[in-house]
């Protein structure tokens, strides 16, 4: 089994940084893809930004130049850095990792339980 804890959330005024990170122990390593998804209020559940363990990333285009994502290597450990930060981005933020379970390639996915971010205009 795999455990994403996630730190960080809060409040703050818009144009303000926070800072998330997300802890991935037990069946994890550095090998598998982490990132962040968010849900606001009344919202479907949409990505954030995802890195593989190769070091690609992928952001969302809502925070594409605001939000920067990185990882300390072998400690599972993925973080987000959130600058400008806006109203709109107010929501449910989730650690999420995917993790190569067989040699065949099959991946588990595997979620945190959420941190709150409100950023207030």
């Known amino acids: 089994q795999v455990q994403l804890v996630e730190s960080g959330g809060g409040l703050v005024q818009a144009g303000g940084s926070l800072r998330l990170s997300c802890v991935g122990t037990?069946?994890?390593?550095?090998?598998?893809?982490m990132g962040w998804y968010r849900q606001g209020p009344g919202k479907q559940r949409e990505l954030v930004a995802t890195?593989?363990?190769?070091?690609?990333?992928n952001y969302g285009d809502s925070v594409q130049g605001r939000f920067t994502i990185f990882r300390e290597g072998a400690k599972n450990t993925v973080h987000l850095e959130m600058r400008n930060l806006k109203p709109e981005d107010t929501a449910v933020y989730y650690c999420?990792?995917?993790?190569?379970?067989?040699?065949?390639?099959?991946?588990?996915?595997?979620w945190g339980q959420g941190t709150q971010v409100t950023v207030s205009s």
């Open positions: 999420n990792g995917v993790v190569t379970v067989n040699v065949e390639g099959a991946t588990r996915t595997f």
């Open positions: 890195i593989t363990g190769g070091g690609r990333i």
């Open positions: 037990g069946r994890i390593d550095s090998s598998a893809t």
